[in-house]
């Protein structure tokens, strides 16, 4: 009878708690990380609109990868209510970075982590984190890397306010790439190295990354050529192809670029060495020609179009051979080297542009 009364008590204790909470749609909030607008909000590519993907490559797209959510409120508590559709479980990345949600607070100028969560049952609602004290507080909410969502919430005591901010970043850069790109191995959301530069810069990247699947493709190309209101456009480009698909591919990639942006800086990054090749000879030989490749067609694509550049620099994420999650992507520690390194180079090409 004791255990049955406690029990009654818990969930109406819990039912209290709900009763509590507001939520609003995170429609009504604004968006970060977006390249074109979509009919489904939280796509990345409007696949209705823009053809030629692979089934998975189209899956991909449609997860929330690089996309926040910007708001202020002074709510001592916030919760998140998602719809999943689609949710990738693989062993090299947890599902607090594949499905979960990341949450930063701006402190002192600075976005500062706050919570990052997955919920248990993944269309259930989520307590981010509590307890806050009731002052306003700007916040970041970055959205699942692996995982296509059909709605989402956000939820404050009853008694708090929630409002949209504006877009807490300056520019455009749209970032094309791999798995790296991706965050595929980050621990949470926030973590790869776009989004990690994004918050020490005040730069919004915007991220158009295809785990696998970043391989010059004219199709990708042609959406990217639609990018009108890009300050630039960054690439993870030589990750995924083989030196091949590197010779074949490259300057008609960029050739259909620039029948939609003719002067857009367009920045190739070179690929990262894998760790993978330590002691395997044929893997490392494989990745030795894909950089080879890449240097000789940039100096090609660089004498033949303007505003075209290549950062070949050696140990984006250290020399140590200490970052490696499985071989071939890195750790946090990895991607959070990796925005370092790569962060100076791209300010230094961004100034030349007037981005700033």
């Not at 269309?123 to 700007?138: F, G, H, I, N, R």
């Not at 008609?252 to 090749?277: D, K, M, N």
């Amino acid at each position: 009878m004791r255990k049955t009364l406690l029990a009654a008590v818990a969930l109406l204790a819990a039912g209290a708690a709900a009763a509590q909470m507001r939520s609003i749609d995170a429609t009504e909030l604004t968006t970060v990380g977006k390249v074109l607008p979509t009919s489904h909000p939280w796509h990345r590519i409007d696949t209705a609109v823009y053809k030629g993907f692979t089934r998975g490559e189209n899956r991909q797209v449609r997860c929330t990868a690089g996309l926040a959510v910007a708001f202020k409120t002074n709510s001592p508590r916030i919760d998140v209510v998602a719809e999943y559709l689609y949710e990738q479980r693989g062993d090299n990345a947890p599902g607090i970075s594949y499905a979960g949600y990341d949450l930063y607070i701006r402190k002192n100028g600075e976005w500062l982590y706050a919570a990052s969560q997955v919920p248990r049952q993944r269309s259930e609602p989520l307590t981010l984190v509590a307890d806050m004290d009731d002052s306003e507080k700007e916040c970041l909410l970055y959205l699942p890397v692996y995982s296509e969502l059909g709605s989402l919430k956000v939820c404050v005591t009853e008694d708090s306010y929630i409002e949209a901010i504006e877009n807490p970043f300056r520019h455009k850069i749209v970032i094309f790439g791999s798995s790296f790109t991706h965050g595929v191995c980050t621990s949470r959301a926030g973590m790869s190295y776009p989004m990690v530069i994004e918050r020490q810069t005040g730069i919004q990247f915007c991220s158009i990354a295809c785990s696998g699947n970043c391989k010059l493709q004219p199709y990708f190309a042609a959406y990217l050529a639609d990018a009108k209101d890009a300050d630039a456009i960054v690439f993870d480009a030589f990750s995924n192809p083989d030196a091949a698909m590197i010779e074949e591919r490259l300057i008609p990639f960029i050739e259909r670029i620039r029948e939609g942006l003719p002067e857009t800086p367009l920045i190739f990054v070179q690929t990262i060495y894998r760790e993978s090749g330590n002691f395997d000879l044929k893997k490392r030989a494989f990745e030795e020609e894909k950089k080879a490749m890449a240097r000789r067609m940039m100096a090609v694509a660089m004498k033949r179009f303007d505003n075209v550049y290549f950062i070949d620099k050696e140990g984006l994420t250290g020399d140590d051979h200490a970052t490696s999650a499985d071989g071939t992507h890195p750790s946090d520690l990895g991607y959070w080297r990796w925005a370092q390194n790569l962060q100076p180079e791209l300010l230094k090409i961004f100034r030349k542009h007037g981005i700033r």
